[in-house]
Protein backbone atom coordinates (compact mmCIF):
# COMPACT_ATOMS: atom_id res chain seq x y z
CA UNK A 1 0.00 0.00 0.00
CA UNK A 2 1.38 3.37 -0.98
CA UNK A 3 2.74 5.46 2.19
CA UNK A 4 0.73 8.75 2.64
CA UNK A 5 2.93 12.22 2.74
CA UNK A 6 1.11 12.45 6.48
CA UNK A 7 2.43 9.41 7.37
CA UNK A 8 5.96 9.25 5.29
CA UNK A 9 6.52 12.54 7.28
CA UNK A 10 5.59 10.65 10.90
CA UNK A 11 7.94 8.04 9.62
CA UNK A 12 11.15 10.28 8.90
CA UNK A 13 10.25 11.51 12.44
CA UNK A 14 10.63 8.16 13.73
CA UNK A 15 13.99 7.70 12.75
CA UNK A 16 15.09 10.86 13.45
CA UNK A 17 14.63 9.75 17.28
CA UNK A 18 15.49 6.02 16.76
CA UNK A 19 17.76 5.08 19.13
CA UNK A 20 21.99 3.86 18.16
CA UNK A 21 21.18 0.19 16.18
CA UNK A 22 17.91 0.99 14.66
CA UNK A 23 17.59 -0.93 11.63
CA UNK A 24 15.50 1.91 9.43
CA UNK A 25 18.28 4.06 10.02
CA UNK A 26 18.72 7.52 10.59
CA UNK A 27 17.31 10.15 8.01
CA UNK A 28 19.42 11.67 5.30
CA UNK A 29 18.82 15.68 6.61
CA UNK A 30 19.17 19.36 5.84
CA UNK A 31 19.75 20.65 9.77
CA UNK A 32 19.50 24.59 9.65
CA UNK A 33 20.35 26.34 12.93
CA UNK A 34 21.13 29.54 13.80
CA UNK A 35 24.73 29.52 16.16
CA UNK A 36 27.22 27.35 16.41
CA UNK A 37 26.24 24.86 19.46
CA UNK A 38 22.53 24.99 18.63
CA UNK A 39 22.93 21.65 16.02
CA UNK A 40 24.79 20.22 19.32
CA UNK A 41 21.82 21.41 21.69
CA UNK A 42 19.33 20.07 19.14
CA UNK A 43 20.25 16.45 18.88
CA UNK A 44 23.75 16.43 20.13
CA UNK A 45 23.23 13.08 22.30
CA UNK A 46 23.50 11.12 18.48
CA UNK A 47 24.79 13.72 16.37
CA UNK A 48 27.52 11.04 15.41
CA UNK A 49 24.50 8.80 13.49
CA UNK A 50 23.97 11.58 10.92
CA UNK A 51 27.10 11.22 8.48
CA UNK A 52 25.18 11.60 5.74
CA UNK A 53 23.65 14.93 6.37
CA UNK A 54 24.25 18.23 6.03
CA UNK A 55 24.27 21.31 8.70
CA UNK A 56 23.79 24.79 7.74
CA UNK A 57 25.23 27.81 10.16
CA UNK A 58 22.92 30.74 9.76
CA UNK A 59 25.14 32.87 11.42
CA UNK A 60 28.75 33.41 12.90
CA UNK A 61 28.02 33.20 16.18
CA UNK A 62 28.89 36.70 16.79
CA UNK A 63 27.13 39.94 17.49
CA UNK A 64 28.46 43.04 15.75
CA UNK A 65 28.41 45.91 18.24
CA UNK A 66 31.22 43.33 20.30
CA UNK A 67 29.79 43.37 23.46
CA UNK A 68 29.75 39.46 23.26
CA UNK A 69 33.21 39.13 21.98
CA UNK A 70 34.63 41.24 24.80
CA UNK A 71 32.31 39.72 27.62
CA UNK A 72 34.22 36.29 26.75
CA UNK A 73 37.47 38.08 26.82
CA UNK A 74 38.49 38.17 23.24
CA UNK A 75 40.78 41.03 22.09
CA UNK A 76 38.81 41.90 18.32
CA UNK A 77 35.76 40.65 17.09
CA UNK A 78 37.32 38.78 14.30
CA UNK A 79 39.14 36.55 16.88
CA UNK A 80 35.55 35.89 18.61
CA UNK A 81 34.12 34.77 15.16
CA UNK A 82 37.14 32.96 14.52
CA UNK A 83 36.62 30.86 18.19
CA UNK A 84 33.02 30.52 17.32
CA UNK A 85 34.00 28.17 13.98
CA UNK A 86 36.22 26.65 15.61
CA UNK A 87 34.46 25.57 18.22
CA UNK A 88 32.00 23.97 15.85
CA UNK A 89 34.52 22.16 13.68
CA UNK A 90 36.04 20.73 16.87
CA UNK A 91 32.37 19.54 18.40
CA UNK A 92 31.67 18.08 14.80
CA UNK A 93 35.48 16.42 14.34
CA UNK A 94 34.52 14.56 18.21
CA UNK A 95 30.89 13.39 16.94
CA UNK A 96 33.12 11.32 14.18
CA UNK A 97 31.27 13.55 11.14
CA UNK A 98 33.07 14.41 8.19
CA UNK A 99 34.58 17.21 7.44
CA UNK A 100 32.29 19.63 4.91
CA UNK A 101 29.17 18.18 6.95
CA UNK A 102 28.82 21.47 8.53
CA UNK A 103 29.08 24.70 6.68
CA UNK A 104 28.09 28.38 6.80
CA UNK A 105 24.82 29.30 4.86
CA UNK A 106 26.81 32.38 2.65
CA UNK A 107 25.33 35.26 1.58
CA UNK A 108 26.25 37.64 -1.21
CA UNK A 109 27.35 40.96 -0.71
CA UNK A 110 26.87 43.95 -3.09
CA UNK A 111 30.38 43.51 -4.30
CA UNK A 112 30.17 39.74 -4.91
CA UNK A 113 31.71 38.78 -2.23
CA UNK A 114 29.93 36.06 0.53
CA UNK A 115 29.63 36.64 3.71
CA UNK A 116 27.72 34.93 6.96
CA UNK A 117 25.73 36.94 9.24
CA UNK A 118 26.19 38.18 12.38
CA UNK A 119 24.52 37.20 15.51
CA UNK A 120 21.21 39.19 16.01
CA UNK A 121 21.37 39.43 12.28
CA UNK A 122 19.36 36.86 10.30
CA UNK A 123 16.07 38.66 10.21
CA UNK A 124 17.76 41.45 8.06
CA UNK A 125 18.84 38.79 5.84
CA UNK A 126 15.33 36.39 5.41
CA UNK A 127 14.87 36.52 1.73
CA UNK A 128 18.56 35.53 0.98
CA UNK A 129 18.34 33.17 3.43
CA UNK A 130 15.37 31.56 2.21
CA UNK A 131 17.07 31.42 -1.14
CA UNK A 132 19.83 29.94 -0.61
CA UNK A 133 18.18 26.97 2.03
CA UNK A 134 15.90 26.26 -1.33
CA UNK A 135 18.69 25.99 -3.26
CA UNK A 136 20.80 23.47 -0.98
CA UNK A 137 17.38 21.77 -0.18
CA UNK A 138 17.29 21.34 -4.08
CA UNK A 139 21.04 20.43 -4.86
CA UNK A 140 21.35 17.79 -1.37
CA UNK A 141 17.49 16.26 -1.93
CA UNK A 142 17.33 15.36 2.10
CA UNK A 143 14.51 13.06 3.73
CA UNK A 144 13.71 16.00 5.90
CA UNK A 145 15.03 19.89 7.02
CA UNK A 146 15.86 20.09 10.81
CA UNK A 147 15.66 23.61 12.54
CA UNK A 148 14.16 25.59 15.06
CA UNK A 149 10.38 26.51 16.02
CA UNK A 150 9.48 29.78 16.36
CA UNK A 151 9.00 30.58 18.90
CA UNK A 152 10.17 33.96 20.15
CA UNK A 153 13.14 32.75 22.17
CA UNK A 154 15.77 34.62 19.55
CA UNK A 155 15.65 36.63 16.15
CA UNK A 156 18.12 34.12 14.34
CA UNK A 157 16.02 31.25 15.51
CA UNK A 158 12.75 32.73 14.43
CA UNK A 159 14.68 33.30 11.29
CA UNK A 160 15.83 29.72 10.33
CA UNK A 161 11.88 29.04 10.88
CA UNK A 162 10.84 31.79 8.38
CA UNK A 163 13.96 30.67 6.36
CA UNK A 164 13.19 27.09 6.32
CA UNK A 165 9.39 27.14 5.70
CA UNK A 166 9.86 29.95 2.73
CA UNK A 167 12.54 27.49 1.37
CA UNK A 168 10.12 24.36 1.20
CA UNK A 169 7.58 26.79 -0.22
CA UNK A 170 10.02 28.10 -2.97
CA UNK A 171 11.17 24.19 -3.75
CA UNK A 172 7.60 23.20 -4.33
CA UNK A 173 5.14 20.86 -4.56
CA UNK A 174 7.41 18.80 -6.53
CA UNK A 175 9.74 18.02 -3.97
CA UNK A 176 7.69 18.35 -1.02
CA UNK A 177 9.75 17.32 2.57
CA UNK A 178 8.96 17.49 6.08
CA UNK A 179 10.12 20.26 8.60
CA UNK A 180 11.08 18.66 11.70
CA UNK A 181 11.74 20.83 14.46
CA UNK A 182 14.13 20.52 18.11
CA UNK A 183 12.50 23.16 21.08
CA UNK A 184 15.24 25.59 22.09
CA UNK A 185 13.70 28.41 24.75
CA UNK A 186 11.26 30.97 25.10
CA UNK A 187 9.69 33.34 27.42
CA UNK A 188 7.63 31.81 30.85
CA UNK A 189 5.74 33.26 33.44
CA UNK A 190 9.14 32.58 35.92
CA UNK A 191 11.70 33.36 33.06
CA UNK A 192 13.57 31.46 30.11
CA UNK A 193 10.81 27.97 29.46
CA UNK A 194 13.76 25.78 27.52
CA UNK A 195 13.67 22.07 26.27
CA UNK A 196 9.65 22.02 25.58
CA UNK A 197 7.74 23.20 22.82
CA UNK A 198 5.39 26.12 22.91
CA UNK A 199 2.08 25.15 24.44
CA UNK A 200 0.22 27.67 22.23
CA UNK A 201 1.36 25.41 19.40
CA UNK A 202 1.29 22.17 21.08
CA UNK A 203 -2.77 21.49 19.79
CA UNK A 204 -1.31 21.38 16.45
CA UNK A 205 1.23 19.01 16.14
CA UNK A 206 0.96 17.39 20.00
CA UNK A 207 4.39 17.93 21.64
CA UNK A 208 6.37 16.12 19.56
CA UNK A 209 8.45 12.70 20.45
CA UNK A 210 10.42 13.10 23.75
CA UNK A 211 13.65 11.11 23.38
CA UNK A 212 14.75 10.35 27.07
CA UNK A 213 19.03 10.19 26.15
CA UNK A 214 20.99 7.04 27.49
CA UNK A 215 23.90 7.75 29.87
CA UNK A 216 26.32 7.37 27.20
CA UNK A 217 24.12 9.60 25.14
CA UNK A 218 24.57 12.13 28.03
CA UNK A 219 28.06 12.32 28.35
CA UNK A 220 28.27 12.44 24.85
CA UNK A 221 26.51 15.40 24.43
CA UNK A 222 27.75 17.11 27.71
CA UNK A 223 31.45 16.08 25.56
CA UNK A 224 30.23 18.25 22.75
CA UNK A 225 28.91 20.85 24.67
CA UNK A 226 31.82 21.20 26.30
CA UNK A 227 33.92 22.15 22.66
CA UNK A 228 31.89 25.78 22.83
CA UNK A 229 34.50 27.21 25.80
CA UNK A 230 33.31 30.42 25.14
CA UNK A 231 29.73 29.88 25.55
CA UNK A 232 29.75 27.71 28.69
CA UNK A 233 27.66 30.04 30.51
CA UNK A 234 24.89 29.94 28.48
CA UNK A 235 24.70 26.00 27.72
CA UNK A 236 25.03 25.35 31.62
CA UNK A 237 21.21 26.44 31.32
CA UNK A 238 20.53 23.34 29.14
CA UNK A 239 19.64 20.16 30.59
CA UNK A 240 21.11 16.64 28.75
CA UNK A 241 18.65 14.41 29.67
CA UNK A 242 16.52 14.71 27.08
CA UNK A 243 16.03 15.58 23.36
CA UNK A 244 12.66 16.55 22.04
CA UNK A 245 11.38 16.59 17.96
CA UNK A 246 8.23 16.98 16.49
CA UNK A 247 6.65 17.87 12.77
CA UNK A 248 6.62 21.38 12.70
CA UNK A 249 3.45 23.50 12.33
CA UNK A 250 2.58 25.79 9.43
CA UNK A 251 3.34 29.05 10.96
CA UNK A 252 2.09 32.64 10.55
CA UNK A 253 4.93 34.57 10.60
CA UNK A 254 2.54 37.98 10.36
CA UNK A 255 1.38 36.84 14.33
CA UNK A 256 2.95 36.59 17.54
CA UNK A 257 4.06 33.33 18.22
CA UNK A 258 2.92 33.69 21.41
CA UNK A 259 1.17 36.48 23.98
CA UNK A 260 3.32 39.09 26.16
CA UNK A 261 6.72 39.98 26.01
CA UNK A 262 8.57 37.95 23.98
CA UNK A 263 12.28 36.33 25.27
CA UNK A 264 14.37 38.85 23.05
CA UNK A 265 12.40 41.91 23.69
CA UNK A 266 14.27 41.74 27.12
CA UNK A 267 17.59 42.02 25.74
CA UNK A 268 19.21 45.23 23.60
CA UNK A 269 19.55 42.99 20.19
CA UNK A 270 18.14 45.86 17.60
CA UNK A 271 15.00 44.16 17.06
CA UNK A 272 11.36 43.86 18.54
CA UNK A 273 8.77 41.04 17.51
CA UNK A 274 6.80 44.02 15.79
CA UNK A 275 9.65 44.29 13.48
CA UNK A 276 10.85 40.86 13.13
CA UNK A 277 7.12 40.34 11.78
CA UNK A 278 7.25 43.30 9.40
CA UNK A 279 10.38 42.34 8.10
CA UNK A 280 8.86 38.69 7.69
CA UNK A 281 5.87 40.23 5.75
CA UNK A 282 7.98 41.98 3.23
CA UNK A 283 10.43 38.88 2.76
CA UNK A 284 7.75 37.18 2.06
CA UNK A 285 6.22 39.36 -0.34
CA UNK A 286 9.47 39.66 -2.16
CA UNK A 287 9.67 36.02 -2.42
CA UNK A 288 6.12 35.99 -4.18
CA UNK A 289 4.90 33.75 -1.05
CA UNK A 290 1.71 34.27 0.20
CA UNK A 291 1.58 34.95 4.10
CA UNK A 292 -0.76 31.57 5.43
CA UNK A 293 -0.87 29.58 8.77
CA UNK A 294 -2.79 28.11 11.07
CA UNK A 295 -0.54 29.72 14.09
CA UNK A 296 -2.63 30.88 17.24
Same mark, same amino acid.
Request: hydrophobic fraction near 40%; glycine fraction near 10%.
Given at each position: ?????????????????????????????? +???????????????? &???? !??????????????????? /?????????????? /????????????? &???? =?? %??????????? *????????????????? %???????????? @?????????? +??????? =??? +???????????????????????????????? +? =??????????? !????????? *?????? %????? =???????????????? @??????????? $????? $?????? @????????????? @? &?? $???? /????????????
Amino acid at each position: MKQTRTSRHASILERLAARMGDDAGPPRIL +GVFAHPDDEVLALGGR &LGRF !SESRFLCVTNGAPENGMDA /RAHGFPTLAAYRES /RRMELDRAFKLAG &LPSG =CA %RPLLLQEADGS *KTIAADQAAAFHLVQIA %REIAREISEFRP @EAVLTHPYEG +GHPDHDS =CAF +GVQAAVRLVGESYAIPILEAPFYYAGANGMVA +G =CFLPETAGTNS !SGILCTLSP *KEQKRK %RELLD =CFVSQRETLAQFGTER @ERFRIAPEYDF $TRAPH $TGRLFY @ENYDWGLTGARFR @E &LA $TLGA /RELNLQTRGAHA
